[in-house]
Nanobody, 126 residues
């Protein structure tokens, strides 16, 4: 399984960005795809996740209502649409996948995720 993230950049506060994560390899059936982020000097934190099978989603409270996670099953790609960005959204964003063997509940524990993309930098300026 490989993940290729893209779409980061520099944006002013209040602006928008869309991150993409292309997934290759594996069977998808009970995958959870997720985005985590790591701000300078802070631990990596959960942002959003999506179940490949039924398209259900979960968000961190800090991004709820501003960020949207989605997937394109044809392109094997997961997106993170980020609107109303604030300075606190600055960080390196990582896409990741959990390869569950059967249906599983959402998890925000990064140790449950098996493969990680290379990270893409998002910088929000004032």
């Amino acid at each position: 399984v490989q993940l290729q993230a893209s779409g980061g950049g520099l944006v002013q506060a209040g602006g928008s960005l869309r991150l993409s994560c292309a997934l290759s390899g594996g069977t998808r059936s009970n995958y959870h795809m997720a985005w985590f982020r790591q701000a300078p000097g802070k631990e990596r934190e959960f942002v959003a996740s999506i179940k490949w099978r039924d398209n259900s989603k979960r968000y961190a409270d800090s991004v709820l209502g501003r960020f949207t996670i989605s997937r394109d099953a044809v392109k094997d790609t997961v997106y993170l649409q980020m609107n109303s960005l604030t300075l606190e959204d600055t960080g390196v964003y990582y896409c990741t996948v959990a390869l569950f063997q059967r249906a599983a509940p959402f998890t925000t524990d990064e140790n449950q995720y098996n493969y990680w993309g290379q990270g893409t930098q998002v910088t929000v300026s004032s």
